[in-house]
């Protein structure tokens, strides 16, 4: 299947196509186009639009919080890994969000830096992918220790 969305992509725009490849579909194909030309891409190729106003898979509010389209990915695929979620309140806080997630200011730095080292948002999406990986395991790992992002302590052994 082929999935669009906005070129020069940070966090929100990498965090899904990875979350995509992992959980939901691992042959997908990634389009990165100009804002302006996503939904036409995507009647056009027959790909699925995401992170862009009008699209189905974007940024939503929901009991007053503010969600991302890493949310809007869980929310419609029904994934209901518990690491998963934790990793979602990283993305929104890095994606601009409010939360207490200190790691998002980590993912944040780092998404910038490989967007600047990327000579295309596929580079980008390839050099990022394992950042991902490796807060999942985080996430995975925090849980298993006892609780939640903000409220664990610890550190692996």
């Given at each position: ?36 030309e ?25 009991g007053g ?34 939360g ?17 080292l990327?000579?295309?948002?596929l ?8 950042l ?26």
């Open positions: 299947m082929k999935w669009v969305t906005r070129e020069k992509g940070k966090v929100d725009r990498i965090a899904c196509p990875w979350l995509i490849q992992k959980f939901i579909d691992p042959t997908a194909e990634f389009l990165y186009v100009p804002k302006e996503v939904l036409t891409v995507a009647r056009d190729q027959g790909a699925t639009p995401f992170d862009i106003p009008g699209a189905e898979l974007h940024h939503y509010e929901q919080k503010e969600y991302v389209s890493f949310d809007a990915f869980i929310r419609k695929y029904d994934l209901t890994d518990p690491a998963l979620a934790e990793l979602a309140k990283i993305v929104r806080v890095a994606d601009g969000g409010s207490r997630e200190v790691e998002a200011a980590g993912l944040e730095a780092a998404a910038t830096g490989f967007r600047l990327a000579r295309d948002d580079e980008n999406q390839r050099l990022q992918f394992p991902y990986d490796a807060l999942y395991a985080y996430c995975k790992w925090r849980l298993e220790a006892g609780g939640h992002l903000e409220h664990a302590g610890g550190h692996p052994t």
